[in-house]
T-cell receptor, first 114, second 111 residues
Framework: NAGVTQTPKFQVLKTGQSMTLQCAQD?????MSWYRQDPGMGLRLIHY???????DQGEVPNGYNVSRSTTEDFPLRLLSAAPSQTSVYFC?????????????FGPGTRLTVL | KQEVTQIPAALSVPEGENLVLNCSFT??????LQWFRQDPGKGLTSLLL?????REQTSGRLNASLDKSSGRSTLYIAASQPGDSATYLC??????????FGTGTRLTVIP
C-alpha cells in the first residue's frame, strides 16, 4: 500500500512552459485534491474531485487544469507557467461518503518557474 | 470563508517541557479538525483527527482537544523531545470535504 504518490519531486520550468504534476493513490478514495503551499500563507486549495469525472475549483484555481478519468489518478496541469506558480504542491485523498474522513497527503512536488 | 489561525508562529522549549499549541477557526460548522506534522522539505503527516462530535483525541504523548462553540483547538505535547521539532499545522474540514489550513507553529525542542 503506497498511499498517495506524487511525481516529479522537483521541477524547474521557464515562464510559458507547460507541464503536468502527477498524483496517484491506491486506497480507493473517492476524494482527491491539490493544494499549494507558499511561505506565510499556509496551504490553499487549487482543485478537487469527489469521484471519477467530477472536478471543481478551490480557492486558487487560475492557471491550473485538472481531470479525473480514473479513481486512482488526479493530474494537475499548468498550461503556461508563471513565476507566481513557484510553490510546493501537495496532493491529498480521502474517503468521501459519510463525511469527516481523515485526509492523507503525498510527499509534494517542489516547482520553480524562472 | 473559513479562517484558521495558529498562535504562536514559532515556539522554542527545553527538552522535557510540556507544551500547548493553539488553533482557532472562525466558522464553527466544521466536520472535523485535523492536526498534521511537517518536517522541513517534507510532506504532511497526520497526527490526530477530532470529529466534530468529539471533545478530544489522544495518541501517545499527544492530546488534541476541540471546542466548536468557541472555535478553538489545542494540541498538547507531553514531555517534549528534540525529535518533536517540526512545524505543526491544524486544518478544519468544511463543506465539500475541503480542508482550511492555518499557517502553522514551528516548534524547536532544545536538548
Amino acid at each position: 500500500n503506497a498511499g498517495v504518490t506524487q511525481t516529479p519531486k522537483f521541477q524547474v520550468l521557464k515562464t510559458g512552459q507547460s507541464m503536468t504534476l502527477q498524483c496517484a493513490q491506491d486506497m480507493n478514495h473517492e476524494y482527491m485534491s491539490w493544494y499549494r503551499q507558499d511561505p506565510g500563507m499556509g496551504l490553499r486549495l487549487i482543485h478537487y474531485s469527489v469521484g471519477a469525472g467530477i472536478t471543481d475549483q478551490g480557492e486558487v484555481p487560475n492557471g491550473y487544469n485538472v481531470s479525473r478519468s480514473t479513481t486512482e489518478d488526479f493530474p494537475l496541469r499548468l498550461l503556461s507557467a508563471a513565476p507566481s506558480q513557484t510553490s510546493v504542491y501537495f496532493c491529498a485523498s480521502s474517503y468521501f461518503r459519510g463525511g469527516g474522513n481523515e485526509q492523507f497527503f503525498g510527499p509534494g512536488t517542489r516547482l520553480t518557474v524562472l | 470563508k473559513q479562517e484558521v489561525t495558529q498562535i504562536p508562529a514559532a515556539l522554542s522549549v527545553p527538552e522535557g517541557e510540556n507544551l500547548v499549541l493553539n488553533c482557532s477557526f472562525t466558522d464553527s460548522a466544521i466536520y472535523n479538525l485535523q492536526w498534521f506534522r511537517q518536517d522541513p522539505g517534507k510532506g504532511l503527516t497526520s497526527l490526530l483527527l477530532i470529529q466534530s462530535s468529539q471533545r478530544e483525541q489522544t495518541s501517545g504523548r499527544l492530546n488534541a482537544s476541540l471546542d466548536k462553540s468557541s472555535g478553538r483547538s489545542t494540541l498538547y505535547i507531553a514531555a517534549s523531545q528534540p525529535g518533536d521539532s517540526a512545524t505543526y499545522l491544524c486544518a478544519a474540514l468544511g463543506g465539500a470535504n475541503n480542508l482550511f489550513f492555518g499557517t502553522g507553529t514551528r516548534l524547536t525542542v532544545i536538548p
